[in-house]
């Protein structure tokens, strides 16, 4: 059973707007959040993480929020850029171990 | 130049056949990983090394094997490859003292198994 879903395979945006990205787990082990972005024919990049003993933590247009009694996550990139477009993974991992456990990823097209 | 290269960049071989995808950093980082990606699954954690002499299985290391030459170079093996073998495969290095999960790509190597 996937310990870190990300159940919206695609979302389309509107350039300007805000784009929303969820993620939900089901191991209440994990203590460290990760966002990563791909680009095709690259790898993942880190984008921003954030820990269990804070609720939001903020990178620019970028801001995780976690809400832990929910196990839910969420990404919000304010404004969209067309350079958003991309596939946004969702991963976490706990202090006792050193794997990250990835979501499926959710594609965001941002439409100009 | 990228800090983290991976060769082949696509590869297709036959089932039995042992195939080696080979990893180079220059980011001088003392640990790599590989992971293969599945559609509609998330990354999964096929080794982990954490120095030249330390070598970890991940969560679906059966079927592969690794070897760390180098603190700079990593390579994946698969023995007899078999088509459910056919995916996406990272290679990603993190550096010691910073955030373990901070972790650095390749571009991937796309393989199929026929």
Redesign the interface.
């Known amino acids: 059973d996937?310990q870190?879903k990300q159940n919206s395979?695609s979302l389309s945006v509107q350039e300007g707007r805000i784009s929303i990205l969820n993620c939900d787990y089901t191991n209440s082990m994990f203590d460290?959040f990760?966002w990563y972005k791909k680009y095709p024919?690259?790898?993942?990049?880190?984008l921003i993480?954030i820990s269990s003993i804070k609720d939001k933590n903020e990178d620019g247009r970028f801001t995780v929020f976690l809400n832990k009694s929910a196990k839910h996550l969420s990404l919000h990139i304010v404004p969209s850029q067309p350079g958003d477009s991309a596939v946004y993974?969702c991963?976490a991992?706990s202090y006792s171990n050193?794997?990250?456990?990835?979501?499926?990823?959710t594609k965001l097209i941002i439409k100009p | 130049d990228a800090d983290v290269t991976q060769t082949p960049r696509n590869r297709i071989t036959k089932t039995g056949k042992r195939i080696m995808l080979e990893c180079s950093q220059t980011k001088g980082h003392d640990r790599m990983y590989w992971y293969r990606q599945d559609p509609g699954l998330g990354l999964r954690l096929i080794y982990y090394s954490f120095d030249v002499k330390d070598i970890n299985k991940g969560e679906i290391s059966d079927g592969y094997s690794v070897s760390r030459q180098a603190q700079a170079k990593f390579s994946l093996s698969l023995e007899s490859a078999i088509p459910n073998q056919t995916a996406l495969y990272f290679c990603a290095t993190s550096a010691r003292g910073e955030r373990r999960e901070t972790q650095y790509f390749g571009p991937g190597t796309r393989l199929l198994v026929l």
Request: glycine content about 14%; cysteine-free.
């Open positions: 996937q870190v395979p460290y990760l024919a690259e790898g993942p990049t880190f993480s993974f991963a991992t050193y794997q990250l456990i990835w979501g499926a990823g």
